[in-house]
Antibody
Framework: QLQLQESGPGLVKPSETLSLTCTVS??????????WGWIRQPPGEGLDWIAS???????YYNPSLKSRVTISVDTSKNHFSLKLSSVTAADTAVYYC???????????WGQGTLVTVSS | QSALTQPASVSGSPGQSITISCTGT?????????VSWYQQHPGKAPKLMIY???KRPSGVSNRFSGSKSGNTASLTISGLQAEDEADYYC???????????FGGGTKLTVL
């Protein structure tokens, strides 16, 4: 059964770059026609889609974050990554990685990881 | 692009049915049959309940159903149970440049 696990620093300083990795287990990240994506949820707030990458490498970004976000896949390590630059306190959130059969269907979620932006 | 509009809260008694609405525009909800719904219990990751407007993933109770009329999608839960108490989010494909939108979420209380 496919599982996703987020990893990365839980604390990032303002103006620095947030970097997270999602490790895929129980299946190959390149074996099927799926999207892989990141969604975040600020404490006490709703869900916010950040970015997705198709198995072919095409990338898709939330227009409000596009200038600061990069999503990438490393098939050799069976993981995909998120980088969010110039972070502020508003970027404090639980970050989820996910597998998506279509852009708007988030079928498998990671457990989520809390990233706090603070000096 | 603004988030999709959901009621902040809904409530119902065990055994009753409730409906949660998700209103967008012709550029998102109304333009594509790619609306999904997620259930989230406190401290947990969201769970997919409905996709492609009205399809249920394997393992999801048939008490959950989805529909769409114009720019508004709806999630109906019949035969309410205590374990249905959770936050519910809608999500829609929104075409090129915007791509994906979420609703603000609805807190369901089972009285």
């Amino acid at each position: 059964q496919l599982q996703l696990q987020e990893s990365g620093p839980g604390l990032v300083k303002p103006s620095e770059t947030l970097s997270l990795t999602c490790t895929v287990s129980g299946g190959s990240i390149s074996s099927s026609t799926y999207y892989w994506g990141w969604i975040r949820q600020p404490p006490g707030e709703g869900l916010d889609w950040i970015a997705s990458i198709y198995y072919s490498g095409n990338t898709y970004y939330n227009p409000s974050l596009k200038s600061r976000v990069t999503i990438s896949v490393d098939t050799s390590k069976n993981h995909f990554s998120l980088k969010l630059s110039s972070v502020t306190a508003a970027d404090t959130a639980v970050y989820y990685c996910a597998r998506l059969p279509t852009m708007a269907t988030i079928y498998i979620w990671g457990q989520g990881t809390l990233v706090t932006v603070s000096s | 692009q603004s988030a999709l509009t959901q009621p902040a809260s809904v409530s119902g008694s065990p055994g009753q049915s409730i409906t949660i609405s998700c209103t967008g525009t012709s550029s998102d909800v109304g333009g594509y049959n790619y609306v999904s719904w997620y259930q989230q219990h406190p401290g947990k990751a969201p769970k997919l309940m409905i996709y492609d407007v009205s399809k249920r993933p394997s393992g999801v109770s048939n008490r959950f159903s989805g529909s769409k009329s114009g720019n508004t999608a709806s999630l109906t839960i019949s035969g309410l149970q205590a374990e249905d108490e959770a936050d519910y989010y809608c999500c829609s494909y929104a075409g090129s440049d915007t791509w994906v939108l979420f609703g603000g979420g609805t807190k369901l209380t089972v009285l």
